[in-house]
């Protein structure tokens, strides 16, 4: 097991999404606590110390990056990363969210184990 700094959120509305992050962070040594919308989260991330968040980019009461921005206002040192099967890497809102500073990777869905644990250690 890693230290307990090594925490990360897991936001997606879809279970199976939930529960493959979880499990390839779980393989790893790392925790994690999920939600399955933007208000979880948010209480979440008033609550616990997170290394990490990966952001689903469509939720049922909230958008990603308003969650992102939302997020940064809490705990500004928070790393983000957004998960999606709507968006691309070169889209120019996730462009723009990363120039910004609002999140600080992007990972496609369907995503591999290995793309997760590069994001992490990058991050």
């Keep these: 097991m890693k230290n307990q700094d090594d925490v990360f959120l897991i936001v997606d509305d879809e279970p199976d999404m939930c529960w493959a992050l979880e499990n390839i962070l779980k ?28 952001l689903d980019a469509k939720l049922p009461d909230i958008e990603g990056l308003q969650l992102a921005k939302k997020i940064r206002n809490v705990d500004p040192l928070v790393r983000i990363v957004i998960v999606s099967g709507y968006f691309y890497r070169d889209d ?32």
């Excluded at 609002?102 to 994001?119: G, Q, R, Y």
């Design 27 to 54: 393989k790893n040594g790392f925790c994690s606590k999920k939600a399955s919308n933007g208000r979880k989260a948010l209480e979440l991330v008033k609550q616990n110390r997170f290394r990490l968040g990966f």
């Design 92 to 123: 120019a809102d996730i462009l723009n969210a990363q120039k910004q500073g609002l999140i600080n990777d992007f990972i496609a869905k369907p995503f591999s184990h290995n793309e997760v644990l590069k994001i992490i250690e990058r991050l």
